[in-house]
């Protein structure tokens, strides 16, 4: 019988720090608690400043443990796509016991053997990219549990990252005194959620994570991630002007970037969108001093996509599948045809955490969630007496009287006749 799990994913973004808490049951995510905390202490996806970080997590770990009731111990971690390698590696498992048919232990004894691939000094393995079983010939992408054979093979494979990188984030888990269950390439991630894996089956995808700072653009092809490349230049470079001008902070700009609701600047007027009173002057900003300043600005990030993707274009049918924070920007969608093939806006559907924010943060899970049938570890977030505990409370409330969906909507339309 299957057992509700709880894992908390931790990513450590541009200009903020996001925690997602989630229960896993049959292959079905339902979001606990989500929260996001500002924290300066990330430059170009380097931790510039570890205390901010380490900071910032305790904040939101806190927010979270007081909201839920107990305690979080272990996070899955999001690490940057910097430095992005992969290789294939092909295990041979010969079935010695006598079964003549695959059993789970002989899975694990293949994966065990390609995870010890190093493929340099520095870059460290995060997780594995895809798994493929050839059994009598035939190849399965689902682990071939009970097919009779004498041997089988392993088809693994397997993704890279910075070293200098992975420790530094690392590090700032174990200082907010927390474990960590395990890694994941943030691309590798966000493809889990919005399913752009499974759409790079008989095309290519190219994945946009636009953050504040960058964007990374992430390759799959044949179901698999190939490739990863940064571009420097986030949503952030679309309102950068009026940041300096006004003097600005984070965000009121990502707030004015969402106000945009058309790609025409005939369309602008001169109603004043945002007002602030300074120490030294009233700042009044228009819709259309608004959209001229950033619509040129989005324009001009696209045709650096456009010319960065243009030979895989040319190569293969292709897909451009915008997402991450910047994705909430309502004005992107309306810039879709600006690409140079198809192109469509991901975000997250889940209810409870429909931000594009937490598309990596959700996207762990899944991917958690599809190695750990190999691996096979019981391990989870809370601290299981405590998630416990708080499980009963509720029951204990609902059984009162006291707590319960259906009593509360009762209250609210049912009254006492006099």
Excluded at 203 to 232: I, P, T, Y
């Amino acid at each position: 019988m299957s057992r509700k799990k709880v894992y908390a994913s931790v990513e450590i973004a541009d200009r903020e720090v996001r925690l997602a808490i989630l229960e896993v049951f049959e292959g079905r995510i339902n979001v606990l608690r989500v929260e996001r905390v500002a924290c300066q202490g990330v430059v170009d996806q380097k931790i510039v400043d570890e205390v901010k970080v380490v900071q910032a997590l305790r904040d939101a770990l806190n927010h979270a443990q007081a909201a839920l009731g107990f305690r979080i111990e272990r996070v899955l971690l999001a690490i940057p796509s910097v430095n992005v390698r992969r290789t294939s590696q092909r295990a041979h498992i010969q079935i010695e016991d006598g079964t003549k048919s695959i059993r789970l232990f002989h899975i694990q004894q293949g994966y065990s053997k390609v995870i010890q691939k190093k493929l340099g000094d520095d870059v460290e393995l995060v997780n594995t990219n895809r798994i493929s079983y050839r059994v009598n010939d035939e190849v399965f992408d689902k682990m071939p549990i009970d097919e009779e054979c004498e041997d089988f093979y392993m088809d693994v494979d397997l993704l890279y990252a910075d070293k200098t990188t992975i420790y530094s984030y690392v590090r700032c888990i174990e200082q907010a005194n927390l474990e960590i269950l395990d890694l994941c390439l943030d691309s590798y991630a966000i493809a889990q959620e919005s399913a752009v894996q499974v759409k790079s089956e008989d095309r290519n995808v190219v994945q946009l994570d636009l953050e504040a700072n960058h964007c990374v653009l992430s390759l799959f092809a044949d179901g698999k991630l190939m490739s990863c490349a940064n571009l420097e230049k986030g949503y952030n470079s679309f309102i950068e002007e009026l940041k300096t001008k006004y003097d600005l902070t984070d965000d009121v700009c990502f707030r004015l970037l969402q106000n945009i609701f058309t790609a025409d600047e005939e369309d602008a007027g001169d109603v004043i969108v945002y007002i602030e009173q300074q120490e030294d002057r009233r700042v009044e900003i228009s819709s259309k001093e608004l959209m001229e300043t950033c619509l040129p600005k989005i324009r001009s990030w696209i045709d650096e996509v456009n010319k960065a993707c243009e030979p895989i274009i040319k190569q293969k049918k292709t897909l451009y599948v915008l997402t991450g924070k910047g994705a909430d920007i309502a004005v992107m969608k309306s810039f879709m045809k600006q690409f140079n093939s198809d192109a469509e806006v991901y975000l997250p559907q889940s209810v409870g955490a429909r931000n594009g924010a937490y598309v990596c943060c959700l996207g762990m899970i899944y991917a958690f969630d599809d190695i750990n049938k190999i691996r096979h570890t019981e391990q989870t977030s809370p601290n299981n007496n405590e998630l416990e505990a708080s499980i009963d409370s509720i029951r204990q409330r609902s059984r009162s009287g006291e707590g319960g969906f259906t009593k509360k909507l009762k209250s609210v339309i049912l009254t006492e006749e006099d």
